[in-house]
């Protein structure tokens, strides 16, 4: 059986490498030279020196661990040199098509067409999609096309401004990396961040102190825990509010680095952003928070929605991406109600990873938020799927469609379409049985029910020898 994958970055490689696995014949296509995706050195969307913000042990696959001395939180460079190993490992290469662009994915009466920019087309059995949501670059149009002096670029191209030191730097835009941009700036020499963000967000930092022992953990190990389901759950609007005091006895609220930052307890979902040194920075006024909007350029700055002009040299947008999907064909893209404008949820898809609208696609990775964990359990449920067709799944049942599409126009959206991170894997790895069903008088059982949740998890059906290279994994954390 032939798959096509669309896109050779972490979520492509699993599903090559799972695809290979189970029998069948894949082929990467990847538009750009190199592999990786998003963290492509050459291709990519992250800066040079970034760092993960999950650490080593949630940002890997469960067959294939990190070094024992890989740093805790492994800069871009790393990840791709993981990524590279990870090819190596499980010979993926031969699979790889790089440098060749897909333009065209249409339906066939026994599965796809396949066309590339270069005018070539190949038919394939089933097509996976795993070209990320983060594809196009976003920019708020200015309110007037005004001339300036400003230096402006993207998110994306942070690099190509070489030298800030003691130059004044607006970052419009909140989130991940406004937030994570802002710190650099400062790091990078900026005598001055303007952070310009019509919301706020709680900020915190990528090692906390686990208070039962008094060690320092990684943010994961202290929220991707199994939790026990209660049979009187709050509503909505109280679980926000009681993940709003967690935050706030945890980290402390923000305004009390500036009061510009402030947040509110209003049952609305709570927002986050992970940074280590953003509020130390706004203490001490080499980040400037403002509470507003990009409106357009001035002569020499920008002008927020208020008509304020805020002086800067250089403007650095963190205002997101687009899905980029054109290249399905109309009929696809109207199947699954494709809209590239819809940031939260671009597509409709059980758990945004099999609409059975359009029997044989499948998508891996194609969310806000693609853990590694995940994109691994979404490839080994695709294969478990087209190899037992019979068999009753989950994510294939048609009126799941009404949850995501209730998920879809929720109001208001949560940061994430699936913000339950250990609760979509075990989903996915229920679905396929492989969640890790353990016996209470094993060294690691007590860890899989209370412990942190990493992808090796997922490889231990049957935990019956103590030298297993997935317990060995789990005992090593």
Same mark, same amino acid.
Not at 74 to 87: D, M, R, T, W
Not at 217 to 226: A, C, N
Not at 304 to 311: A, F, P, R, S, Y
Not at 346 to 360: E, L, Q
């Given at each position: 059986?032939?798959?096509?994958?669309?896109?050779?970055?972490?979520?492509?490689?699993?599903?090559?490498?799972?695809?290979?696995?189970?029998?069948?014949?894949?082929?990467?296509?990847?538009?750009?030279?190199?592999?990786?995706?998003?963290?492509?050195?050459?291709?990519?969307?992250?800066?040079?020196?970034?760092?993960?913000?999950?650490?080593?042990?949630?940002?890997?696959?469960?067959?294939?661990?990190?070094?024992?001395?890989?740093?805790?939180?492994?800069?871009?460079?790393?990840?791709?040199?993981?990524?590279?190993?990870?090819?190596?490992?499980?010979?993926?290469?031969?699979?790889?098509?790089?440098?060749?662009? +897909?333009?065209?994915?249409?339906?066939?009466?026994?599965?796809?067409? +396949?066309?590339?920019?270069?005018?070539?087309?190949?038919?394939?059995?089933?097509?996976?999609?795993?070209?990320? +949501?983060?594809?196009?670059?976003?920019?708020?149009?200015?309110? %007037?096309?005004?001339?300036?002096?400003?230096?402006? !670029?993207?998110?994306?191209?942070?690099?190509?401004?070489?030298?800030?030191?003691?130059?004044?730097?607006?970052?419009?835009?909140?989130?991940?990396?406004?937030?994570?941009?802002?710190?650099?700036?400062? #790091?990078?020499?900026?005598?001055?961040?303007?952070? !310009?963000?019509?919301?706020?967000?709680?900020?915190?930092?990528?090692?906390?102190?686990?208070?039962?022992?008094?060690?320092?953990?990684?943010?994961?190990?202290?929220?991707?825990?199994?939790?026990?389901?209660?049979?009187?759950?709050?509503?909505?609007?109280?679980?926000?509010?009681?993940?709003?005091?967690?935050?706030?006895?945890?980290?402390?609220?923000?305004?009390?680095?500036?009061?510009?930052?402030?947040?509110?307890?209003?049952?609305?979902?709570?927002?986050?952003?992970?940074?280590?040194?953003?509020?130390?920075?706004?203490?001490?006024?080499?980040?400037?928070?403002?509470?507003?909007?990009?409106?357009?350029?001035?002569?020499?700055?920008?002008?927020?929605?208020?008509?304020?002009?805020?002086?800067?040299?250089?403007?650095?947008?963190?205002?997101?991406?687009?899905?980029?999907?054109?290249?399905?064909?109309?009929?696809?893209?109207?199947?699954?109600?494709?809209?590239?404008?819809?940031?939260?949820?671009?597509?409709?898809?059980?758990?945004?990873?099999?609409?059975?609208?359009? /029997?044989?696609?499948?998508?891996?990775?194609?969310?806000?938020?693609?853990?590694?964990? +995940?994109?691994?359990?979404?490839?080994?449920?695709?294969? /478990?799927?087209?190899?037992?067709?019979?068999?009753?799944?989950?994510?294939? #049942?048609?009126?799941?469609?009404?949850?995501?599409?209730?998920?879809?126009?929720?109001?208001?959206?949560?940061?994430?379409?699936?913000?339950?991170?250990?609760?979509?894997?075990?989903?996915?790895?229920?679905?396929?049985?492989?969640?890790? #069903?353990?016996?209470?008088?094993?060294? !690691?059982?007590?860890?899989?029910?209370?412990?942190?949740?990493?992808?090796?998890?997922?490889?231990?059906?049957?935990?019956?020898?103590?030298?297993?290279?997935?317990?060995?994994?789990?005992? %090593?954390?």
């Amino acid at each position: 059986m032939k798959i096509a994958i669309i896109g050779a970055g972490p979520a492509g490689l699993v599903a090559a490498k799972e695809a290979a696995e189970a029998g069948m014949t894949p082929t990467i296509y990847e538009k750009n030279n190199s592999i990786g995706g998003l963290w492509s050195e050459e291709d990519g969307h992250v800066w040079k020196g970034m760092r993960t913000n999950l650490s080593k042990w949630t940002c890997s696959f469960s067959d294939f661990p990190w070094p024992i001395d890989a740093e805790l939180f492994p800069k871009s460079e790393n990840v791709q040199a993981y990524l590279k190993s990870y090819c190596l490992e499980f010979d993926l290469e031969k699979h790889l098509r790089l440098g060749q662009e +897909v333009c065209c994915i249409e339906t066939l009466s026994d599965g796809f067409k +396949v066309r590339l920019s270069n005018k070539q087309a190949e038919a394939f059995d089933k097509v996976i999609v795993a070209s990320g +949501v983060f594809s196009r670059p976003w920019l708020p149009k200015p309110k %007037r096309e005004n001339e300036t002096s400003v230096v402006h !670029v993207h998110s994306s191209n942070i690099d190509r401004i070489n030298d800030v030191s003691g130059r004044t730097v607006c970052v419009i835009g909140g989130s991940f990396s406004g937030i994570e941009i802002s710190q650099l700036l400062v #790091e990078r020499g900026a005598s001055k961040v303007y952070f !310009v963000s019509d919301s706020n967000t709680w900020v915190i930092p990528r090692r906390v102190i686990d208070e039962s022992t008094g060690h320092e953990i990684p943010i994961d190990f202290l929220f991707y825990k199994r939790k026990e389901k209660s049979v009187d759950e709050p509503c909505e609007t109280e679980t926000n509010n009681q993940i709003f005091d967690f935050f706030e006895q945890k980290f402390g609220n923000p305004g009390v680095a500036n009061p510009k930052l402030i947040l509110e307890k209003n049952g609305k979902p709570n927002f986050v952003a992970i940074s280590d040194q953003f509020l130390t920075y706004v203490k001490s006024g080499r980040i400037v928070p403002i509470r507003s909007r990009f409106s357009e350029f001035s002569s020499n700055g920008i002008v927020i929605e208020n008509g304020t002009k805020v002086l800067s040299e250089i403007a650095v947008f963190c205002t997101g991406y687009e899905c980029d999907l054109d290249y399905l064909s109309v009929h696809i893209k109207r199947a699954l109600d494709y809209n590239p404008k819809d940031k939260f949820m671009p597509f409709i898809a059980n758990r945004a990873t099999h609409n059975p609208k359009v /029997s044989g696609l499948y998508f891996v990775g194609m969310y806000r938020g693609p853990y590694f964990g +995940v994109m691994e359990l979404q490839a080994r449920w695709i294969m /478990s799927h087209i190899q037992n067709p019979e068999r009753g799944f989950q994510l294939a #049942e048609g009126n799941r469609l009404e949850f995501e599409d209730a998920r879809r126009k929720k109001t208001p959206k949560p940061q994430f379409p699936y913000g339950d991170y250990v609760g979509f894997c075990d989903e996915l790895a229920g679905d396929i049985g492989v969640f890790p #069903e353990t016996c209470s008088n094993h060294s !690691v059982a007590n860890l899989i029910r209370k412990g942190p949740v990493v992808p090796a998890h997922y490889r231990i059906e049957t935990m019956v020898d103590e030298n297993d290279e997935f317990v060995k994994s789990i005992k %090593r954390i």
